[in-house]
C-alpha cells in the first residue's frame, strides 16, 4: 500500500515539476520584463524626487538671496533717511526708531517665512517620498497577484496577451 502512494506522489511531483518548466518558459521572459519595468520606474521616481530636492534647494538659495536684496535695499533706504533727517533729531529718532523695529520685524518674518519654507518643502519632499514608495508597492502587489494567478490557472495565449496588454496600458496611464 505505502508503495503504491510513494509511485503516486513521485509521479505527482514528476508532473509539477514539469508544470513549473512550462509556466517558466510561458511566463519567465514576462516577468523579468516587469521586473526590469519596476525597477525602472523605480529609478525614474527616485530621480524626480533627486530632481524636485534640486530644485527645492535652488528656489531656497533664491528665496534667500532676493531676500537679502530687500533687506541691503531697505537699510540702503534707512541710511538715505537718516542723511536727510539729520536736522530734525527728534524726529529722525523717532522714525528710526519704528524703521529700526519694522526691520526687525521684517527679519523675524523672513526668518520665520524661510523656516516655514523649509518646512514645506521637506514635507513636500517627505510626502512624494512616500507616494513613490506606496505607488512602488502598489504595483508590487499588483504584479505579485498577477503572477499567482497566472500560476494557480491554465491560461491560453490570447488571454495571457490581453492581461499583458491591459497591464501595459495601466502602467503607461500611471
Excluded: P
Excluded at 524703521?99 to 519654507?117: C, F, G, T, V, Y
Excluded at 513636500?124 to 512616500?130: I, M
Excluded at 500560476?151 to 496577451?161: C, I
Amino acid at each position: 500500500m505505502s508503495d503504491i502512494k510513494s509511485k503516486l506522489n513521485g509521479k505527482a511531483s514528476g508532473e509539477d515539476q514539469r508544470m513549473e518548466k512550462v509556466k517558466e518558459i510561458l511566463f519567465g521572459q514576462e516577468l523579468r520584463i516587469v521586473e526590469d519595468r519596476m525597477a525602472a520606474n523605480q529609478a525614474a521616481f527616485e530621480a524626480q524626487l533627486a530632481q524636485l530636492k534640486k530644485t527645492a534647494a535652488e528656489k531656497i538659495r533664491l528665496l534667500e538671496a532676493q531676500l537679502k536684496r530687500q533687506n541691503d535695499e531697505f537699510a540702503k533706504e534707512l541710511a538715505k533717511r537718516d542723511a536727510r533727517d539729520s536736522a530734525n533729531r527728534t524726529k529722525s529718532n523717532n522714525e528710526d526708531s519704528k524703521l529700526a523695529e519694522r526691520l526687525e520685524k521684517l527679519r523675524a518674518s523672513q526668518k520665520d517665512d524661510l523656516r516655514d519654507l523649509k518646512a514645506l518643502l521637506a514635507e513636500q519632499a517627505k510626502a512624494l517620498g512616500d507616494s513613490i514608495k506606496a505607488s512602488t508597492k502598489q504595483l508590487d502587489t499588483r504584479i505579485t497577484s498577477e503572477v499567482e494567478t497566472l500560476r494557480n490557472s491554465h491560461v491560453d495565449r490570447a488571454t495571457l496577451a490581453e492581461i499583458f496588454e491591459s497591464f501595459a496600458a495601466s502602467l503607461e496611464g500611471e
